[in-house]
């Protein structure tokens, strides 16, 4: 086992070497893929209805708790395989679900979170996935958090509680000297056609949590960030549009967080499992305990066929 400690307060990215390009996209119903690159997206008007009281429904609500990270990376490659996507000709270095790339950028702010993933080399090409299982949150303010956010989406897209057909984008994303190509559930596009990625957090600390928000809605090419401002109680007395291009410099505070430093710190990730993953290996990616400290674990376990 390798163990890997990154200074990670030292990492500095020019973001100028990123860049993100919606390739596709593809629904899922039912763990199927359905529907590629004619994926059906919830239509966002702006709303105009006042307070919204997030606990309406609570008490019916079973959490699965699937976070889209654990979803099956079977889903990308099917868009691949369909697609005849040639990985090899357009460059590309690692395959991956977008919730694990939001870990390790994540994780220069949250250093106390436990999270691991697998990732098998084959032909040359690095492929991340989730190995966790799906916890359901104890706590019932948790639980609560989780539900507000989904019933928020809900209530903006004017989704049905029966609909079960989820939305997935796509894109090509460069971080530094890497390509990848990445997945990311979508919740709905404008009448212009911009993407947008919904979320909730508490009005007075927007500024701060707004950094996870950006990250996930930058990894797969959401143009627009839409969040609904609650207080404690799950009330939303403000909702805001942001553009993710501009969110960097609107809101970014030393020490909060920085855009820079989570897209450099995951290029350094994935620099050093490209140098520490040997072809046909599958190994073990975690950070837990507490620390700053990487674990890197091979085993003669395939999870890719």
Not at 2 to 7: A, K
Not at 89 to 99: A, M, P, Q
Not at 240 to 252: L, T
Request: net charge negative; aromatic share 12%; charged share 25%.
């Amino acid at each position: 086992m390798d163990i890997w400690n990154p200074i990670k307060s030292k990492y500095i990215f020019d973001l100028s070497r990123s860049e993100v390009e919606v390739i596709g996209n593809y629904n899922l119903k039912q763990k199927n893929v359905i529907n590629i690159d004619e994926a059906q997206f919830q239509l966002y008007t702006p709303y105009e209805g006042g307070t919204i009281n997030l606990n309406v429904g609570f008490e019916e609500f079973i959490d699965t708790h699937e976070n889209e990270g654990h979803s099956s990376l079977e889903e990308l490659r099917t868009w691949i395989r369909e697609k005849a996507f040639d990985l090899e000709n357009e460059n590309i270095s690692f395959v991956s679900k977008r919730g694990i790339l939001i870990n390790i950028g994540y994780s220069l702010y949250k250093p106390n979170d436990d999270w691991s993933f697998k990732v098998c080399r084959k032909d040359n090409v690095l492929y991340l996935s989730d190995d966790r299982k799906n916890e359901v949150p104890t706590r019932e303010y948790l639980r609560r958090a989780s539900y507000w956010c989904t019933n928020f989406e809900r209530i903006i897209t004017g989704k049905a509680d029966e609909d079960d057909i989820l939305s997935y984008l796509v894109a090509k994303l460069i971080i530094g000297d890497f390509q990848c190509i990445v997945a990311g559930k979508t919740a709905c596009n404008d009448e212009d056609g911009n993407f947008m990625e919904i979320k909730t957090a508490n009005s007075r600390y927007y500024s701060e949590r707004i950094g996870r928000g950006w990250l996930q809605a930058y990894l797969c090419g959401n143009q627009k960030l839409l969040y609904g401002l609650r207080d404690n109680r799950g009330y939303v007395n403000e909702i805001k549009e942001e553009n993710v291009a501009m969110v960097p410099n609107k809101y970014q505070r030393q020490g909060y967080w920085s855009a820079s430093s989570m897209l450099g710190f995951i290029e350094s990730v994935l620099k050093y499992l490209q140098d520490n993953v040997p072809e046909g290996a599958t190994c073990s990616l975690r950070q837990n305990n507490g620390r700053y400290l990487l674990h890197l674990e091979c085993e003669n376990q395939v999870f890719l066929r």
